[in-house]
């Protein structure tokens, strides 16, 4: 039995602004009509004697990734939800450790959920060939064999034959090259990106970690023994986690095993690191440019563009990046793409939201978004999903004005419990218990107009809430 474990921890700060911490790239539609975590789930199908899948997120994603995956009516055998991320090494510890409770020791294949394969067929061998190695008690990683000497990856330097003619023992692991260096790996022919893919025995991997770091092993052991469970989540401990050392797969084992073995495969695969890479892997026109959005472009070349919101024009433009979205703006060079973090970073050091969330807010009962505000009222489109309710609760600083555009509501507000469809409209007052749910069989659409002396979402006391949250609306 083969068991995904989809690492989904990542925030995105290169892809900023369409990536932010709150919605980042893996829950995005970057390169295709699904998202991405959506996409990697997806590629699995047709692999020999696969598992429902172990999801590792962060807290704050877990009601977005659950329904993506309703979506794509895929059933995870479990969501663990890390409180902070912990590097990749203790995510799969943990995850070893849960898939040992259904199955005996399965192999387990470790994805991260934001890459691109364009190969799948070249994919789905390579795991085949992972997975005799994986029972021959290997520890598999997948070397994609490079076709320039990129500077942005580390790489694996392969050793002799180990069995089958596609798998070979790892000779060396190396950190990221200046461009010198990353020819002459091209060159030399032996030399592979390391795509932070894995294979292992589930029992294999706990082995190998308990003897290489036996500190991040009882860590998570014991991080897995006191979790509790959430609905449909796994929740680790945050005390107890937060002991646990802080390393990937690469250094805490793969590294320091005897039995790492490393797998070439060409599957026309990306990570997605930067925007640059996905000028390179979109259609792109006569010009070498990639749009996305509404755009116009005149006497521009080689260039991306994305619109998020609105149009956008470009005139006598060459190898540059251009995203818009409804509260910011990058434009960079491709070949500095990367440096996008660095701007996020200012962000977070200015305390300006922008780096955190987007202007238009995702909650397990749907979004909204505010299209207006000043100092003493705010105005927000808001989406309700089929069947969805916000929680019992009330305000101390504002009250509200609900207008019902689309669908059917059902209003609680003090003792009163009613109805209310298209172009009716209700009035909370400050302090008043309220609820409202969508009992149609369409999205509720409702614009919001609140006023007061304090218009933060943290004026929130809630009372009752099918979603166990405590402080987030």
């Known amino acids: ?81 890390e409180p902070f991320g912990k590097n990749t090494a203790p995510a799969v510890a943990i995850s070893a450790l849960q898939s040992q409770k259904n199955e005996n020791d399965p192999v387990l294949l470790v994805l991260p959920a934001d890459h691109v394969i364009g190969n799948t067929v070249a994919f789905h061998s390579a795991v085949q060939a992972g997975y005799q190695a994986a029972m021959d008690n290997k520890l598999v990683t997948f070397g994609i064999i490079p076709d320039a000497p990129e500077t942005g990856y580390g790489y694996i330097k392969s050793g002799s034959k180990s069995g089958d003619d596609q798998v070979f023992s790892v000779d060396k692991f190396v950190e990221k090259p200046d461009v010198v260096t990353a020819q002459s790996y091209l060159d030399e022919g032996s030399y592979y990106w390391n795509s932070g893919m894995f294979m292992f025995k589930a029992s294999v991997y706990l082995r190998e970690l308990e003897k290489h770091n036996n500190d991040m092993y009882n860590c998570s052991k014991q991080s897995l023994e006191t979790a509790a469970m959430d609905m449909d989540f796994i929740r680790l401990d945050r005390d107890i986690f937060a002991n646990c050392p802080s390393d990937s797969i690469d250094y805490a084992v793969m590294e320091k095993t005897s039995e790492a073995a490393v797998i070439p495969v060409d599957m026309q695969w990306n990570d997605i690191g930067s925007w640059s890479a996905l000028w390179e892997v979109g259609d792109s026109d006569a010009k070498g440019n990639v749009t996305h959005g509404d755009v116009v472009l005149e006497d521009t070349n080689n260039t991306y563009v994305h619109a998020d919101s609105r149009l956008v024009t470009t005139v006598g433009l060459n190898d540059l990046v251009v995203v818009e979205t409804a509260d910011a703006i990058l434009v960079a060079h491709r070949e500095k793409a990367q440096n996008v973090k660095e701007i996020v970073e200012q962000l977070k050091d200015a305390n300006r939201d922008e780096a955190i969330i987007h202007h238009k807010a995702y909650r397990p009962w749907g979004a909204y978004e505010c299209i207006d505000h000043d100092s003493r009222f705010q105005v927000k489109r808001i989406t309700v999903n089929v069947g969805a309710r916000l929680s019992l609760q009330l305000h101390h600083h504002r009250a509200e004005h609900w207008i019902i555009v689309q669908g059917t509501a059902r209003v609680t507000c003090g003792d009163k419990v009613f109805l209310m469809s298209e172009n009716e409209s209700t009035y909370i007052p400050l302090g008043e218990k309220h609820r409202l749910e969508n009992t149609g069989k369409i999205p509720l659409e409702l614009i919001e107009v609140q006023t007061g002396s304090y218009l933060g979402e943290d004026d929130i006391v809630r009372f009752d809430d099918v979603y166990g949250r405590e402080d987030k609306n």
Do not use: Y
């Open 1 to 81: 039995m083969i068991i995904p474990v989809i690492l989904s921890g990542g925030s995105g700060t290169r892809l900023w602004p369409l990536s932010r911490a709150m919605r980042p790239k893996q829950l995005l539609s970057m390169v295709s009509n699904h998202t991405m975590i959506q996409d990697t789930v997806t590629r699995l199908t047709g692999i020999t004697d696969i598992a429902d899948p172990i999801i590792v997120c962060n807290e704050e994603h877990r009601f977005t990734i659950a329904e993506q995956m309703r979506e794509m009516s895929i059933n995870p055998s479990a969501i663990i939800l």
